[in-house]
């Protein structure tokens, strides 16, 4: 992007570069993966694991989810994958060299997976790569899946010790019309199970969703401080187009329609709430009274370290080369049972992309020394744009985001973009919205009619 626009207050990117089916799909035979055959870095490694399963059906969710039918049908058959594309990157020369600093399971709802098919996955990684992990190895899930106390202690004695899960709001009203499944009841017999498991916890909460009043939003925030979790998260609502959201929305269906005002207001007081009552920013997004720093799997992906997604949908960044995982169940299963890396996205970025990277994400972290700017000539006069504007400014060797910047850190991220992966990034927007896909994925999730033929399309 070539000007620092702040017209319209844009969410965090978390992801870049986008690898769109237009631009970056490869055929699952072609040379992409050859590059593990080399062994090159040891920079540490985050591991994340997607489970593509959810018995929820929230009408914000973009991710790839199948429902309870397929999780029957098979999870047995999904967790035989999995192991086996583990198995694959961690036999090659390359990922033998690696230490795994941290685990996610991400879904979806993990929780869903019965104690056994954790042991299975934990053990094959345990087995299979140099884990050097103090306290990292991190789960999310539905909180009404947490089973049972003894559920909960199995995890932490596999070696999970904290698990997140979204709240989003405790107003029935709000949840009932977003399809949040979870009842307020279950969240707080969820909780206790946690707690008398000894089990830490992080929460995930929204703003600017549909009929969500500012009284709404604080007391929300106070109901969630009540549960003392480990951070709280507090994203804005994304509105994907051609969702059954995005359609409500736009036929007036809510009294207080989910809106930049909106969210702008709602960021600024739930921020400022957060901070009369003593939580610290530790990124963009999260809020926590005991966590001080980063949490390391954040901090690896978003300073250009490697990650390493397995499972259908993940997404994964090895020393510049992106790829993405299949949306396909049935195809993600075949290609790894047959021996191949089942990503039918893939991209190897330049030099410059791979400081781009760094550069777009450093305003998550809210700060970067000037030591850890890559190339600081090229991105100089961007960077003093942005301190002349106001919204960061250098203290002693390290350029910091301010009050102003913290509200504008997607827009700094997106002025820090190279002018072709922000067009790019636009015309995959205008793409998804003509061809009625979900922009995150560019699949079907949470559209609320697909024609036969564009699911079979999607589908071969
Ligand atoms: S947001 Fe989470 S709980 Fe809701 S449908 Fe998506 S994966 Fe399931």
Known sequence: MSKLNLRERLDDFWVYPKLSNSRHR??????????????????????????????????????YKLGVNKFRDFNAEYLDAVVKEIEMYAATPYFQQHKIASVHFGGGNPFMMSLKDYERLIG???????????DNWSSEGTINSVKSVDYMKGLLSLGINRVSF?????????????????????????????????????IDMMYNLPDQSIETMISDLEKVTELDPYHIDMYNLAVFPNTKLDKQIKNKKYEISPSQENQLMMFKIGHQWLMDNGYKQII?????????????????????????GIGAS????????????????????????????????AYKSTL?????????????TMKIRREDIPDYERFAPKLETVVELGLAEWVEDELRLTE??????????????????WTAYIKSFFTSLKEKTNFYNEDYMGINFVPERQLQQANS
């Open 26 to 63: 490869r055929s699952f035979e072609d040379s992409f993966f050859n590059f593990v055959q080399e062994p090159t870095s040891n920079a540490p490694l985050n591991l994340y694991i997607h489970v593509p399963f959810c018995d929820s059906a929230c009408s914000f969710c973009p991710y």
């Open 124 to 134: 094959t990684i345990h087995k299979h790569f140099k884990v050097e992990i103090n």
């Open 166 to 202: 979204g709240i989003q709001t405790f107003n029935e009203d709000v949840r009932r019309k977003t399809r949040i499944k979870t009842s307020i009841d279950q969240i707080y017999s969820g909780i206790d199970k946690l707690k008398t498991a000894g089990m830490d916890y992080c």
């Open 284 to 308: 963009t997004s999260t809020y926590s009274r005991r966590q001080q720093e980063p949490h390391i799997g954040d901090l690896l992906y978003l300073t250009n370290n490697n990650v390493l």
């Open 314 to 345: 993940s997404r994964g960044y090895v020393d510049g080369h992106v790829y993405k995982n299949v949306c396909n169940l049935d195809t993600y299963i075949t290609e790894v049972s047959e021996g191949r890396f089942p990503a039918d996205l």
């Open 352 to 364: 410059a992309e791979h400081h781009d990277r760094k550069m777009v994400f450093f305003p998550i």
């Open 404 to 421: 102003q910047g913290l509200i504008y850190s997607g827009n700094i991220s997106a002025y820090l973009m190279n002018e072709t992966e």
